[in-house]
């Protein structure tokens, strides 16, 4: 896994040593009617940096750019009189970064 920093105007990339990363994924999809059906997700993540040889004070913090949690909602209708079309309408919510 590598981290980008920014120095003054400069990206610079590091490898980090290790990262630990534990949590769950749930993920549902339901046929509710003939012609309404629902997908819902959710990710919650704890994800950390357990060791960075070349600077000690990125242990403990989480990896850049690293989303810990997440949720999907996303509701299709399926018109009966033409059953192989699907009309999806999602949301979706990404924590921070």
Request: proline share 5%; no cysteine.
């Amino acid at each position: 896994m590598a981290q980008s920093f920014v120095n003054g105007r400069t990206s610079d990339s590091r490898t980090l040593g290790e990262a630990r990363s534990r949590g769950f994924e749930l993920e549902a999809d339901m046929r509710l009617t003939d012609s309404l059906a629902l997908r819902a997700a959710f990710t919650d993540l704890d994800v950390e940096i357990t060791e960075f040889a070349s600077d000690p004070g990125f242990v403990g913090k989480t990896p850049q750019s690293v989303v810990e949690r997440f949720a999907l909602l996303e509701p299709t209708h399926i018109p009966i009189a033409m059953p192989e079309l699907e009309l999806r309408l999602g949301a979706s919510y990404q924590g921070d970064s």
